[in-house]
């Protein structure tokens, strides 16, 4: 955490479009991934409601919970991904 913000102030002392671009960066991924945890969590409270109302369906279920949780964790992960790169790309 440090880290990132010295990375900021430096950013901010040498130019304004850096800054802003570390900014979007943090951004990025930070949405990615609280988006990521709103997504699995009513994946996950979606799925205990319908083994609840219909525990004989429990293993179609859980397979479509398993396929849709790793959906939402790859794209998660594609926009960390992107955001590091973009972080990559700023020169100081």
């Known amino acids: 955490m440090l880290s990132m913000i010295a990375l900021l102030q430096d950013a901010a002392a040498a130019g304004a479009d850096k800054g802003f671009g570390l900014i979007g960066a943090g951004l990025a991924a930070g949405l990615a991934v609280v988006g990521a945890g709103i997504g699995i969590g009513r994946i996950g409270g979606s799925a205990t409601e319908g083994i ?41």
């Open 52 to 92: 609840a109302r219909q525990p004989d369906a429990t293993a179609r279920i859980q397979t479509a919970m398993i396929i849709a949780a790793a959906l939402v964790e790859g794209v998660a992960l594609f926009v960390a991904v992107i955001a590091f790169l973009i972080q990559g790309k700023i020169n100081f």
